[in-house]
């Protein structure tokens, strides 16, 4: 069990400019989510994947916003035209329910600087 | 919709005393209840959890958590803090099924300073 991995760490970008991140959860573990948190905030909840499906993303913070997660392991999300206010640390979790209380898992992050 | 609200932005404990971190929920029903713990670039590390049974639920590294549905409060204790303790601490509410289904609420996070 190698735990979540983000990929990058990090990315300076300027503004205006498309990222994409990557998230590859705990192998076998269905369920992926991604948060965002914001400097001296607690993690925000922006859409989670059952298998391949998006099963919520009414969360996700704009339209710029959008996140794949095409075979049902690696997912990736991408924030279209930046902002300076896109400035944050973009977590994601994975999971694998069996009844009782579902554990999310998290990686480390990938923190993001709007130039 | 859940929230979470951490009163303590801040505490600072002497090293070997003993440690209560407050959590008050607000949901309409039964919530699973959890608390984390980040350190500096390290991700976030799940320390307990709750949803039903004995109200007062061990974890790791030490560390328990008291449901009381009464006060809404999920408190987060250790009898004797070690340096290492020090990191931020977030409560968090789920919703659904497992607690999953809509994500995490967290709390803004309390950071715990250790004195030596």
């Known amino acids: 069990d190698t735990g979540v991995s983000q990929d990058p760490r990090h990315k300076i970008t300027k503004r205006g400019q498309n990222v994409t991140f990557r998230c590859d959860p705990i192998s076998e573990h269905n369920r992926l989510y991604w948060y965002r948190q914001t400097l001296g905030q607690g993690p925000e909840f922006l859409t989670y994947?059952?298998?391949?499906?998006?099963?919520?993303k009414s969360r996700l913070l704009s339209d710029r916003f959008s996140a794949e997660r095409p075979k049902g392991s690696f997912s990736t999300l991408e924030i279209q035209r930046t902002e300076q206010g896109d400035s944050a640390m973009y977590l994601c979790?994975?999971?694998?329910?069996?009844?009782?209380?579902?554990?999310?898992?998290f990686g480390p992050g990938t923190r993001l600087l709007v130039l | 919709a859940q929230s979470v609200t951490q009163p303590d932005i801040h505490i600072t404990v002497s090293e070997g005393a003993s440690l209560e971190l407050r959590c008050n929920y607000s949901?309409?029903?039964?919530?699973?209840l959890f608390w984390y713990v980040q350190s500096p670039g390290q991700g976030l590390q799940l320390l307990l959890k709750y949803f039903s049974g004995d109200t007062l639920v061990q974890g790791i590294k030490g560390f328990e958590a008291e449901f009381k549905r009464s006060q809404s409060s999920f408190n987060l204790r250790k009898p004797s803090v070690h340096w290492s303790d020090a990191a931020e601490y977030f409560c968090a509410v789920g919703a659904g099924s497992g607690g999953g289904a809509d994500g995490l609420t967290f709390g803004k996070g309390t950071h715990l300073i250790i004195q030596p």
């Open positions: 994947f059952q298998n391949e499906a998006q099963l919520e």
């Open positions: 979790a994975s999971s694998s329910p069996t009844g009782g209380v579902e554990t999310q898992y």
């Open positions: 949901y309409g029903a039964t919530p699973y």
